[in-house]
């Protein structure tokens, strides 16, 4: 593989980044998103193209329009150990002790291979890079440009209506897409780095059991929130459906409320997901607690794509226990039960 030296890598990331730009302005943000996905293909930064994914749908057995999934995804069992290609050591080198998400240790961790894409809406705040470990192609991760904190509660980290407020930015840009915020403790592999999810959504994703639930207890109702015992869902969660300035008007009110009581602890967490179609937002609170991330029978902690229906297993004993039917519909059910916290 050839190394790049920082001078050329600067001079092919500005060149990259003026036409990913070009081509936001032409054809919208999801268009750039996959231009810098064959481009990252093409450096050899991306690896796993999703080749060893099995995906396994388990419908409610009298209830066939309810299901929950599981994707089989081997790849993702190594997220925790940094990014897709062996890293250089070079400590000399490292600030914020070497952190994956800064974009001054990505140069030579990834040895030139991985470019970001600086998004210059949502106050400039995000680059885009392409998750080595996607959990559906062309899978990117929005990581603030500056090195702070996931966590509300931490110092120097975001604000909780700020980053609820980005991601219906963010869902605005990239129409149909899954966008969402994974807590510490509730999903987020990296705490010390600020970063947010936005997924393409593939045909098998048309409508996740959370939003199926969610629309299904709305009854056209638009513009009100409830939890669970409304719904039949087995996480507590609050949906805000309407145009993006109401739905943001009515969550960032709810959750200033919900910081002063239960958001205040200090292990309160939450997914956090918006989705525009059309002139449509639909955005989901899920609250979590940091001291319940995991579900018997899952390797991995519950995030946001859990809380959307679809775990993700990735260790040889869940794959022998989803291929002999041992995990179904209330596994699922239970698993998602066991995360949950009332609102
Ligand atoms: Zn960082």
Request: hydrophobic share 40%.
């Amino acid at each position: 593989m050839d190394i790049l030296s920082k001078q050329a890598y600067d001079d092919s990331w500005q060149a990259l980044d003026l036409q990913l730009s070009l081509i936001e302005q032409r054809a919208g943000l999801a268009a750039a998103l996959s231009a810098l996905h064959e481009h990252q293909l093409q450096t050899g930064f991306i690896r796993d193209e999703l080749k060893e994914l099995r995906r396994f749908r388990f419908p409610h057995p009298n209830r066939p329009e309810c299901f929950f999934s599981a994707q089989y995804n081997p790849a993702r069992a190594r997220r925790f150990r940094g990014a897709g290609i062996a890293q250089r050591a070079e400590p000399e080198r490292a600030i914020n002790s070497g952190c994956f998400l800064c974009g001054d240790n990505i140069w030579w961790q990834q040895h030139g291979t991985e470019t970001g894409y600086r998004l210059r809406a949502v106050n400039n705040r995000y680059t885009a890079w392409m998750n080595p470990f996607p959990l559906v192609v062309g899978h990117a991760v929005l990581a603030s440009r500056e090195h702070i904190p996931q966590h509300w509660h931490s110092a120097g980290g975001p604000n909780l209506k700020e980053l609820i407020s980005d991601l219906i930015d963010i869902a605005a840009l990239l129409p149909g897409w899954l966008n969402f915020y994974n807590g510490v403790g509730a999903g987020a592999s990296i705490p010390y780095h600020l970063h947010l999810h936005a997924i393409p959504r593939a045909d098998l994703y048309d409508k996740m059991p959370l939003e199926i639930a969610a629309r299904n207890a709305l009854g056209g109702n638009e513009d009100r929130i409830a939890d669970t015992k409304t719904r039949g869902y087995p996480l507590s969660f609050a949906h805000w459906q309407g145009d993006p300035d109401s739905v943001r008007q009515q969550a960032l009110a709810w959750a200033g409320e919900w910081l002063t009581g239960p958001g205040a602890e200090d292990d309160a967490s939450a997914n956090i997901i918006a989705t525009q179609t059309g002139a449509k937002l639909d955005l989901y609170f899920v609250p979590r607690h940091q001291r319940r991330s995991r579900a018997e029978g899952l390797a991995g902690i519950v995030g946001g794509f859990e809380a959307l229906g679809e775990i993700v297993c990735s260790s040889a004993q869940e794959l022998e226990n989803l291929e002999s039917g041992r995990i179904d519909y209330f596994t699922v059910e239970r698993m998602l039960k066991q995360v949950s916290v009332a609102l």
